[in-house]
């Protein structure tokens, strides 16, 4: 068990140490990618060795921030937008797996021109597998929403062209960014029409009747999680068990611990803001991506929220793999779906 946690610790530090050779991969991925792509990518970062990054007022800090305009960008004209919130143990850069496909989709025709805006919502500017995350919400760690529904969106709006209909705004998020789009983007529904979420924490109470974090998901057999004591539960598991990601690391540092986590994890939970907020069908675009062997067991969160949205008669359009993990190979195998049901949102508008 340690050395496997040894392993994953050293492979996360050398990806993610701050020296010059980091900059020097940084800087060669991005000009890799933009000499393959025709929109380019443009970036506001202190990853390629200077400091470009914007000023959040929010938290008091400059972020990073990756830019994507697409091939024969226009200032004179307007672009839907899509706002990429990366997942757990990742930052802005993770953008870098996709955003090629995005363009490819773009310049073959079948993807109407598109910016696409991925700011970093690390707690502390840089992605660790011991840092707790922000969910991009405002909390003990930081006014991470702010940031995002702010300064972000503030910025992007000014710099760029984009179109002002709440139907050209997406939130695309993975992982933690995929419960996020859908935390944050029912709320600031007035803003943003369309949500995917690609393994979304959408059920961040999820229990079977049991009690049990890891149970299936069983319209008969379903509770709602009501205490958060042991701050060593496991909610992830990776090598068959000898990798464990507690539940402390994600709640205690957003919510503390006992009823104020519970509240806090019910205020900002996307199934009970379906009631809570009394959402309609059609009020949103509405897409789940997710996996039968997710190692955070968020197939069981997915399906809960489909239930209960079926319940309501909200369509959710779905993409699933059976046998896919909680991992970016997954993530890239329903990557084609995905951008596809997106490509059809946004071709909807005038």
């Known amino acids: ?114 910016i696409v805006v991925a700011p970093d919502g690390s707690i502390n500017g840089k992605p660790s597998n011991t840092a707790p995350v922000s969910f991009y919400i405002n909390s003990k760690a930081g006014k991470f929403e702010d940031y995002l529904m702010i300064d972000i969106w503030e910025w992007a709006h000014r710099n760029f062209s984009i179109r002002p209909e709440r139907e050209a705004h997406a939130f695309v998020g993975v992982s933690m960014g995929g419960g996020a789009a859908y935390d944050v983007g029912i709320r600031h529904r007035d803003k943003v029409g369309v949500l995917v979420g690609m393994f979304p924490a959408l059920n961040l109470r999820w229990v079977d009747c049991h009690g049990q974090y890891f149970g299936n998901f069983d319209p008969n057999c379903w509770g709602w999680r009501e205490d958060v004591r042991r701050k060593r539960e496991p909610i992830g598991k990776y090598f068959a068990g000898a990798v464990r990601i507690t539940i402390g690391r994600f709640v205690e540092p957003l919510f503390g611990f006992g009823q104020d986590a519970v509240s806090g994890m019910s205020e900002h939970n996307p199934i009970e803001h379906l009631t809570r907020e009394n959402i309609q069908n059609g009020e949103q675009a509405l897409f789940v991506g997710y996996a039968g062997r997710d190692e955070f067991n968020l197939d069981a969160q997915a399906e809960s929220f489909l239930y209960v949205a079926r319940q309501r008669g909200i369509k959710v359009t779905t993409a699933y793999a059976p046998w896919g993990h909680h991992n970016t190979p997954t993530a890239l195998r329903l990557l084609p779906e995905t951008l596809c049901w997106l490509a059809g949102e946004f071709r909807k508008l005038p």
């Open 1 to 114: 068990m340690r050395h496997h946690r040894l392993l994953v610790s050293l492979g996360l530090l050398l990806a993610f140490a701050p020296s010059a050779s980091a900059h020097f991969f940084n800087t060669f991925q991005l000009n890799g990618a933009n000499r393959r792509m025709a929109g380019k990518v443009l970036e506001f970062t202190s990853n390629h060795g200077r400091d470009n990054r914007v000023w959040s007022n929010s938290l008091q800090q400059c972020r990073d921030i990756y830019v994507y305009t697409p091939p024969c960008y226009n200032p004179g004209k307007q672009y839907p937008v899509v706002f990429y919130l990366h997942g757990f143990l990742q930052d802005e850069r993770s953008f870098f797996t996709w955003i090629e496909k995005l363009d490819r989709a773009i310049r073959d025709g079948w993807f109407p021109p598109t």
